[in-house]
């Protein structure tokens, strides 16, 4: 057994020009809920490094099929929804966890705290997940959700989105995001989307139009690929980083 | 070799994600299951800057295995406790996978199979982890702002320098108002003289902060608060 010394450890550099302005002043539930001493350095060691691994008999095949969930089929315009999850060095991440959640097709969630006045569908729950495949691939059926308004100011829409949430292979990879659709007119006052404030890493959270993916007389084809953190090349565990 | 793409970036996990069959798991606080020999409890509530509770944070936790080894390709020892081959066919017997995917009776019994074994309203799927330890937990808070795990406690983990790191649990924090995800740590209170020796908690000096990393004994279990801002804020990690 090869102990401690023995250990070749991957490093994964963080990329913080691409995530939120944490404490970003327009979103103002920020205002009590991010923390306010600078955040301390945390070497990557074992448990950084390492995370779930999942099996594919964890997801059925239905997980991944939003629209079967109920007797019925859900109102709302059907959508393929698809991409390849892939790490920072383009490689894919297979065999991860991919879950996703979104309103319906009339901007509503079913969820008790969700109080906008437009109708909840009885044939659509909102939430979805499956695993990668060995080429990173992931693939969900759903329907394309709605704008919904919020509280953050006055006349405040979200622009339609989907929420992902994906561990990637390692706790350093953990990533919780949103997608938007392209062309989307509400981007420009939605402060959770200009909370990223670089422009092209925003264009990063918008899917493409995929006629490619297109079922013909059936159902519109969305591509959306996430990047993950990437590891560098393995290091010995007691060289610094 | 350095990072060629850049990433995708964070967004806050919003107030919606425990909409049935979303983020919570039934059995997401059950990193062991129930009755496993020597498990401990651990919960604990989430805190705003108001000191009010956060009714919508979703906690998640990832750890070793009580030799200290992880269940993954980059920690070439392995696991110490052996995965069974018949773990996952055990979960679809237990409703969700596969079990779902029979139609319609199936799919209910899958979505409200044992609501208690999760956190607040976390009726919904099981990720499973069949008879042994899974290293990972999740759980949203309920409306006192309060979270709960179950799990066997770590081993101490190797460190740079031939050293050990000692036994500790880290902690993702998710919360509606937080655009990025936060980490922090849980160390062990009965642990003094390897917490003091552990490159990470040895590096804070102010002894009220490297407080709130430990969990307090309390209970037959362990408690663990998050201040998310004030003066007894968390220490949290960039990593
Ligand atoms: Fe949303």
Redesign the interface.
Known sequence: MPDATDLRLPYYPPDHGSHPEPGFAGYHSTRLRTPHRPLRPLPQGLTEVTGPVFGHDRVGELDADLTRQHAGEPLGERIVLHGRILDGNGRPVPDTLVELWQANAAGRYRHEGDQHDAPLDPNFDGGGRCVTDSQGNYRFITIKPGAYPWRNHSNAWRPAHIHFSLFGQAFTQRLVTQMYFPGDPLFGQDPIFNSVRDEAARQRMICDFDLGSTVPEWALGYRFDIVLRGPQAAVFEDEEH | ???????????????????????PWSDGPLVVPEGTPGAIRISGRVF???G?P?P?ALI?T???DPDGR????????GPSIPRQATA??A??VAG??????AG?AG?AA?RDADPAAGGA?AA??A??HGPGF???GRCPTDTDGRYWFLTLKPGP?????????AP?I?V?V??????????T?IYFPDETTTNEHD??LS??DEPGQRATLVAVAEDGGLRFDIH??GSD???????
């Open positions: 070799m350095g990072t060629v793409q850049p990433t995708t970036p964070s967004q806050t996990v919003g107030p919606f994600f425990a909409l049935p069959g979303a983020l705003d800057g108001d009010a956060v919508d998640e990832w750890q070793a992880f269940s993954h390709p980059d920690d070439p020892r996952d066919a979960d679809r969700n996978g596969a079990g779902r995917g319609s799919s899958g309203g919904g799927w990720l499973g899974r290293g990972l983990v190797p460190a740079p320098g031939n050293g050990l790191q500790h880290d993702s998710l919360a509606r108002g937080m655009l990025n995800r936060v980490v740590r490159p990470v590096t804070i998310l801002q804020e968390t220490v949290f990690f960039d990593v």
